[in-house]
Each structure stands twice: as C-alpha cells, then as structure tokens.
C-alpha cells in the first residue's frame, strides 16, 4: 500500500510538500514543479495520491476567473458544518491554487492512471484527530500514533503537511476516512471519526 501526500503550493516558485509513504515508512520533500512532482509520482508509483488542494469546481461555475455567485461546492459546506475552517476556492490566491490542482490531476491522471487522485485538506485532518494545525510536537506525535515513523532532520511544516495527506490517503485505502460532498461535483476525503459524521 503505497500513499503519495502532495502539500500543493499555488506557484511552482513557492515550496510543495511532498511525502511518499509505504508501510510505516514515510519519505518527505520539497518539490516546486509539476515536471518535479510528476517525476518523484513516476518513481513512487503509488496506489493514491491525496492532494491538499481543490480539484474541482462548484456546480455552475464554468472557469474559476469567471466572477459569478458560485462561491461554494457541497464539501466546502459539508466542511462548514463541521465547524473546520477553510478558504473559498475563489477567493484571491485560491484561484491561482485552484487552477494548478485541477491541471496537476489531469497530469497525473495521464502519467500514471492506475493511481486514485483525490482532495484532501490537512486541516480537516487535524481538526478531526484533536491535534493542533501548527503544532509541530503534537502533530509529530499523531502520526507516531498512526504508524508512521519520521526519522532524520526536522521537517517544515509543508512537509509536515504532506505527510498528513499522505496519511490521509493511507487511511482511505484502509477505509477509516471517506468523502464528504458530491461525487459529481468532487469530494474532499477526511477521517471518519465517531459523533462527528
């Protein structure tokens, strides 16, 4: 079982952080390209790649330049029930986001189309397993507890993000974590956690 977490940053100038994880053994990176992500994808040949950035728009919305009242995808507000905080997809430099996902899966969905592409949001993630979004220690410490073993230097947080979705992945393979939304407009996989969903 082979999960691939991409921590998605809106420009190629800004850092990607990237995590292949197989086993107990997790592998984090910077990457800044698609070229470089695609490149890292066809080596790890992973069975999901869980990506923390929108991968689809709202029912309506044709471009996601395009200025109209489409604002929202059920997930976005299946998050909002939750209580999680979120950005709008459009808002500023969501859109630039936005826009790099949808092609980075198209990419992935060409290079290598046995791997399942899905959305995931750290901060769900988080939320939903008690530990703090910023927390370094405790974070490390969740993913301790999840079986995941980080050894060596001490990793930035877009690493740190990756790993968590890269988690994420891992644990929707497992079947402890399933969508919210609608599979026609696209869905954001999250834990499945008791007296929550």
């Known amino acids: 079982m082979r999960a691939v977490g991409i921590d998605l940053a809106g420009s190629g100038k800004r850092d990607t952080g990237y995590c292949f994880l197989e086993g107990r053994s997790a592998k984090a990176s910077i990457l800044h390209s698609d070229d470089g992500i695609l490149a890292s994808l066809m080596e790890d040949k992973p069975d999901i790649v869980a990506i923390d950035a929108p991968l689809s728009l709202p029912k309506g919305r044709k471009s996601i330049d395009e200025r109209d009242s489409h604002h929202f995808r059920r997930c976005d507000l299946e ?66 507890k999840r079986g995941i073993a980080l050894t060596g ?45």
């Open 79 to 144: 998050l909002r029930k939750l209580g999680i905080r979120f950005f709008p997809i459009t808002l500023g430099p969501m859109r630039m986001l936005t826009k790099r996902g949808m092609a980075l899966k198209r990419k992935i969905a060409h290079a290598l189309p046995e791997a399942r592409v899905i959305e995931v949001y750290p901060g769900a993630t988080y939320d939903l397993l008690g530990t703090g979004r910023k927390d370094k220690k405790a974070i490390r410490s969740l993913f301790r």
């Open 153 to 197: 230097r001490a990793l930035s947080q877009d690493e740190l993000d990756g790993v968590c979705c890269a988690l994420t992945g891992k644990m929707c393979l497992e079947g402890s974590a399933g969508p919210i939304g609608d599979e026609s407009e696209g869905t954001i996989i999250i834990p499945i956690v008791k007296n929550v969903r």
